[in-house]
């Protein structure tokens, strides 16, 4: 087994744990007070998500379901025509429910107009967005967010779910790598 190599030292932490930790307390206790006396069903969108909606769904205090799509962009051509593949569907039907989307990241855009629409294609009684964050600046498609954590800049960032060629996911907080740090591939 290849142990990939961390080099931590060219990681710059951008927000840190306790940043992260507050507000996702925060976003949980506004969800539960938004949705107090309602049917409720996340959807987080695999992989990048599930560390926030680990956390996200432990600050939720009312009662709730969740469920899980995957999805993967096709080449830039495509992607940029906002065309997404759905890799997993969820496993169950949101006709009449209330469905909160969980995302990592909007980025351009695309991935989630494209889910937006496939979900409202269904009629659930009501379709929202969280998102931890927010890349505003690459934004190709207008997207309505209903909650963000942070705005982040133009950079690619990784942790808290996050990956750079599928590793860095466990970092607990989210990082900016430094100049030189995609020299090398993440395999030694
Ligand atoms: P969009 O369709 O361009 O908005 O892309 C959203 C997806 O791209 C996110 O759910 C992430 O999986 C991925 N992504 C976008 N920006 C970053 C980043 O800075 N780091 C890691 N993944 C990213």
Known sequence: MIQPHWRLEQLETFITEEQIQQRVAELGAQISEDYRGKDLLLVAILKGSVVFLADL????????????????SYGAATRSAGIVR?????????????????????DTGHTLNYLRRMLLSREPASLR???????????????????????????????YGLDYAE?????????????GFFDEPPEE
């Open 86 to 106: 759905i890799l997993k569907d969820l496993d169950i039907p949101i006709l009449d429910r209330n469905v909160l989307i969980v995302e990592d990241i909007v």
């Open 129 to 159: 967005v969280v998102t931890l964050l927010d890349k505003r600046a690459r934004r190709e498609v207008d997207v309505p967010l209903d909650y963000v954590g942070f705005e982040v800049p133009n950079a690619f960032v990784i942790g």
């Open 57 to 72: 769904m432990r600050h939720i205090t009312i009662p709730h379901s969740v469920d899980f799509m995957a999805t993967s």
């Open 167 to 179: 590793f860095y996911r466990n970092l607990p907080y989210i990082a900016i790598p430094k100049e």
